[in-house]
């Protein structure tokens, strides 16, 4: 989801249907016909007809900066992709692509799909690289594409990844081997003949015919995070990216697009498949520079050198360009819009607007169902209700069930499930997780919990995996957090379920101080803001434990780690093995 999708559903929410029921069901119409392509057949038309433009601007950390034109990336994904089919790669093969946000990274993703591959996203760390080998046999890779980046910064995770998996190690070809590829030139013991790109592009190959390839194709695969279990491999078409409603620029753009998007190209948010087919410049880092907050004033100057428009801003990234000195913001540069999502946005990230952009918008999507709604623009003259996460995007169904699946009115809460022409094709390797994902009517179980409100908003709560079991009684934890945002000196809060032997679980409120706050302080808001008499059970959702920390642990996302906050929380509350599992 990007600068375009947000526009396009400017244009095309402004009628302001409403539902002809006050059931809980969104849908904003599509607001163009389909894009019957692929995401090879535009990158060819876009280095046709803007072969100049910079698509694709990699800044890094020492200042220094490199691009790729249309017309460059096409050429040399092009060299690539015939390759590839020199090595006995096939329409429909899957290829593996590994490494950081660079130049080549998207030269090899092109290059794949030109080649009628399918790309699988691998994400390397060294925690990660030895469940790869899982994964190939799960898809049975034929290749792998590697990227060590600069200075082979990645060396040592892809030498585990590699040397735990059935890959091929010298000249002569193995059939049941996977075939490495590395994207830069690298020197590993055991691959010093292997191919390069640099080597490959220099190759003459122009009499290899590459095979066509059509919008039902599978083209990526993509994994979760996990974060509710084992990674599942989620697969994408072509089509599925090329008609996406807002792919093409829409009339109303009145100037020339610029966006910075440093999320990962393996994550469905940071996929360079959308700016080819919006031809879209986009200006990326590697990730970890924004992860760093003593960075985000570079951040700011990157921005700024490259006069970009628009950006998509972890909410990690916008809390620490709000505390920039005053300083440090003077100068009148702003963008056109910021883009956020991914967790819970409260009216805390609204101080952005008016700073350092003219407007915000919220983004609420999924690896399986792309874009799904989005909320702006969105000004300080309201206060920002915590989960508000907008209307429908164009071309896509919500509703809100309950637990028999059946639709519930506006204004409950339930299970929220979504239908479009963009959710994925499958689970890779897993029939029956993706046959539980949908129902008969091909509605896709997103496993968030969250309302529609009396607008037409859908208000998102969290996730059904979330919620806590006390009693009899399933208590949501994004329910109380919204509560606890609200409360000054409250700068991150995280609730999590610890054990108890009585009740199963019981309800654990653990926060970061921005001031003078304590435990006990916490609680008092508690009793003063929740009802507990005439519930049903007398609890209500009044936590029981307040713990204070100093920072959250952090996933790679930037998101608090919930898990081991709960671990950690169990311990010092002194509840491990008391009875309830950890979650």
């Known amino acids: 989801m990007g600068t375009l999708s947000y526009l396009a559903y400017r244009a095309g929410h402004s009628s302001g249907m409403d ?53 460059s990336l096409y050429q040399q994904a092009d060299q690539l992709a015939r390759f590839l089919v020199t090595q006995g790669i096939k329409r429909g093969d899957v290829v593996a692509l590994a490494g950081p946000n660079t130049l080549e990274m998207v030269i090899g993703m092109l290059g794949i799909l030109s ?49 735990n998996c059935n ?12 075939k490495v590829i590395f994207l830069r030139k690298t020197d590993l013991d055991g ?15 122009d009499e290899v015919d590459l095979p066509h390839v059509y919008p039902e194709d599978n083209a990526i695969i993509f994994t979760t995070s996990g974060s509710t279990g084992k990674p599942k491999l989620v697969l994408h078409s072509h089509f599925d990216f090329a008609s996406f409603p807002f792919s093409l620029i829409p009339s109303t753009v009145d100037y020339e697009l610029m966006l910075f998007n440093d999320r990962p190209f393996g ?36 921005l700024e050198e490259e006069r970009c428009t628009d950006a998509l801003l972890a909410p990690f990234v916008i809390h620490d360009l709000i505390e920039l000195p005053q300083k440090d913001t003077k100068d009148r540069f702003m963008l056109q819009h910021i883009f956020t999502g991914g967790q819970m946005i409260d009216n805390y ?46 071309g896509v169904e919500i509703r809100v069930v309950d637990p028999q699946e059946l639709p519930i009115e506006r204004g409950l809460t339930g299970k929220i499930q979504i239908r479009s ?20 009517d091909r509605w896709f179980r997103t496993g968030d919990i969250g309302k529609v409100s009396s607008n037409g908003h859908l208000i998102l709560l969290g996730r059904e995996s979330d919620a806590i079991k006390r009693g009899t009684r399933k208590v949501y934890p994004a329910m109380l957090e919204f509560l606890l945002k609200k409360m000054e000196s409250v700068k991150e809060v995280c ?89």
């Open 421 to 440: 022409l963009h959710l994925m094709k499958e689970y890779v390797g897993s029939p029956e997780l993706t046959k539980e994902a949908f129902t008969e």
């Open 495 to 583: 609730v999590v379920p610890v054990p108890d032997k009585r009740l199963y679980e019981e309800i654990c409120v653990c926060f970061v101080p921005s001031g003078k706050i304590t435990p006990d302080d916490v609680q008092r808001y508690c009793e003063q803001n929740l009802f507990t008499e005439n519930t049903v059970d007398s609890l209500g959702e009044m936590p029981t434990y307040f713990l204070q920390y100093e920072v959250f642990p952090k996933l790679g996302s930037g998101k608090p780690d919930k898990k081991a906050i709960q671990v950690d929380a169990s311990q010092r509350l002194g509840l491990t093995g008391v009875g309830a599992s950890e979650n």
């Open 349 to 394: 990230y609204t101080r952005i607007i008016g700073k350092f952009c003219h407007e915000m918008a919220i983004v609420y999507a999924c690896t399986e169902g792309t874009g799904i709604t989005l909320h702006g623009p969105i000004d300080r003259t309201e206060p920002l209700l915590a989960g508000d996460v907008g209307p429908a995007c164009p």
């Open 191 to 205: 691959f010093k003949t292997t191919e390069n790109l640099q080597k490959i592009l220099s190759q003459s190959i």
């Open 267 to 302: 994550w469905i948010g940071g996929t360079p498949v959308s700016n080819i087919l919006r031809s879209e410049t986009r200006i990326f880092m590697d990730p970890s520079v924004s992860m760093n907050t003593e960075n985000v004033d570079f951040l700011w100057r990157v």
């Open 19 to 71: 539902p002809p029921s006050n059931l809980s069901y969104l849908h904003t119409p599509p607001v163009k016909p389909n894009n019957y392509s692929t995401v090879t057949r535009v990158a060819k038309e876009n280095a046709r007809l803007r072969p100049n433009q910079e698509l694709f601007i990699h800044r890094e950390l020492d200042g220094s900066r490199s691009s790729l034109t249309n017309a």
């Open 115 to 163: 080649a009628g591959a399918v790309v699988l996203n691998v994400i390397i760390t060294v925690k990660t690289s030895l469940d790869v080998k899982a994964l190939f046999q799960l898809t049975r890779a034929k290749c792998i594409l590697v990227d060590c980046g600069e200075n082979n910064s990645l060396l040592p995770p892809v030498k585990t990844m590699l040397e």
């Open 167 to 178: 890959v091929q190690t010298g000249e002569t070809s193995q059939d049941d081997k996977i």
